[in-house]
């Protein structure tokens, strides 16, 4: 458990996943992703997480993914299995990768229509009742209750919460209502946000980014870990914009532009699949192209 609390305080980095030229994954470009992300010594990699477009996914091929990141991370990094859908599917996929070897369960926030908070709640204690290793949970709400956060914090099998809400109130109130606890509250929304989750008392931050320049998600960590929050502005602004393409068109875009960042620095991984965009536009491509040669020219002459 607490080799799983320490990676959380790191990089959570989510993988994309590539496809083939007909569509199906491609498990050689997604082991040679994985290969590099733990050599860039990436502390925890969420596989299948939403960056891998986890809900465009069949069952068996986030069973492929995320026995192809464990095998490729070769324990260089952490690998945290990401499950979701329905809670019986979310614990079969749990039982699978905990036999492959994963060292965590990442549990998606369950995105139900008609579901109530707490009982999202009860989906992930559930689930880390019957999990055999630690499971952190992905919440993407603010809708749960100061209680629900406690219980989650509490339960022995929790590592730590992903916050996804951008309700900063509400972090800091139950970080101060569960400084009894030992599950770590991690920054949820990446690299732009996680200055100020540092400084509500959050440490770590998941990141798409990670995927195209983990050595500058890595400076980021550092200075936020230093608790120079100048330095890490700095490093942030130069990627602010990438950031902003992800939030197009409702999210929609999120993994599109990781993707395309990383064709245009030679790793062809396809195109993303449907409900997502599919592709950006030329204007959109334009914008990246600068954000990416601005990126790879200041590593040059770092």
Same mark, same amino acid.
């Given at each position: 458990?607490?080799?799983?609390?320490?990676?959380?305080?790191?990089?959570?980095?989510?993988?994309?996943?590539?496809?083939?030229?007909?569509?199906?994954?491609?498990?050689?470009?997604?082991?040679?992703?994985?290969?590099?992300? !733990?050599?860039?010594?990436?502390?925890?990699?969420?596989?299948?997480?939403?960056?891998?477009? =986890?809900f465009?996914? +069949?069952?068996?091929?986030?069973?492929?993914?995320? !026995?192809?990141?464990?095998?490729?991370?070769?324990?260089q990094?952490?690998?945290?299995?990401a499950?979701?859908?329905?809670?019986?599917?979310?614990?079969?996929?749990?039982?699978?990768?905990? *036999?492959?070897?994963?060292?965590?369960?990442?549990?998606?926030?369950?995105?139900?229509? =008609?579901?109530?908070?707490?009982? #999202? *709640?009860?989906?992930?204690? /559930?689930?880390? &009742?019957?999990?055999?290793?630690?499971?952190?949970?992905?919440?993407?709400?603010?809708? =749960?209750?100061?209680?629900?956060?406690?219980?989650?914090?509490?339960?022995?099998?929790?590592?730590?919460?992903? =916050? !996804?809400?951008g309700?900063?109130?509400?972090?800091?109130?139950?970080?101060?209502? +569960?400084?009894?606890a030992?599950?770590?509250?991690?920054?949820?929304?990446? /690299?732009?946000?996680?200055?100020?989750?540092?400084?509500?008392?959050?440490?770590?931050?998941?990141?798409? %980014?990670?995927?195209?320049?983990?050595?500058?998600s890595?400076?980021?960590? #550092?200075? %936020?870990?230093?608790?120079d929050y100048?330095?890490?502005?700095?490093?942030?602004? &130069?990627? !602010?914009?990438? /950031?902003?393409?992800?939030?197009?068109?409702?999210?929609?875009?999120?993994v599109?532009?990781?993707?395309?960042? %990383?064709?245009?620095?030679?790793? &062809?991984?396809?195109?993303?699949?449907?409900?997502?965009?599919?592709?950006?536009? /030329?204007?959109?491509?334009?914008?990246?192209?600068?954000?990416?040669?601005?990126?790879?020219?200041?590593?040059?002459? *770092?």
């Amino acid at each position: 458990m607490e080799k799983i609390r320490r990676a959380l305080t790191g990089i959570s980095g989510v993988p994309v996943t590539p496809y083939k030229a007909d569509g199906s994954v491609d498990i050689v470009k997604l082991s040679s992703l994985i290969t590099r992300l !733990a050599d860039a010594r990436v502390h925890n990699l969420m596989a299948a997480g939403n960056t891998g477009e =986890f809900f465009t996914l +069949t069952m068996d091929e986030v069973r492929s993914v995320h !026995a192809a990141t464990i095998k490729a991370a070769a324990g260089q990094s952490l690998v945290s299995a990401a499950v979701g859908r329905s809670l019986t599917e979310a614990k079969a996929l749990a039982r699978d990768a905990i *036999a492959e070897g994963a060292d965590a369960i990442m549990g998606h926030h369950p995105m139900d229509p =008609f579901a109530g908070p707490s009982y #999202q *709640a009860r989906y992930f204690l /559930e689930l880390a &009742d019957a999990s055999t290793i630690p499971v952190i949970a992905y919440v993407r709400s603010d809708t =749960f209750s100061i209680a629900d956060f406690r219980k989650l914090a509490l339960h022995p099998n929790i590592a730590g919460i992903k =916050f !996804a809400s951008g309700n900063l109130m509400l972090l800091a109130e139950v970080i101060r209502a +569960t400084a009894d606890a030992p599950a770590i509250w991690v920054c949820g929304l990446a /690299e732009g946000w996680a200055p100020a989750f540092y400084a509500m008392g959050a440490r770590g931050f998941t990141s798409g %980014l990670v995927n195209v320049f983990p050595e500058r998600s890595h400076a980021i960590h #550092q200075a %936020l870990e230093k608790g120079d929050y100048a330095a890490a502005r700095a490093l942030i602004d &130069d990627i !602010a914009g990438f /950031e902003a393409l992800r939030t197009k068109y409702l999210n929609g875009a999120n993994v599109t532009v990781v993707k395309e960042a %990383l064709g245009m620095l030679g790793t &062809d991984v396809g195109p993303v699949r449907v409900p997502g965009v599919e592709s950006l536009t /030329e204007a959109e491509r334009a914008d990246l192209r600068v954000i990416i040669d601005n990126v790879v020219e200041k590593g040059r002459t *770092a």
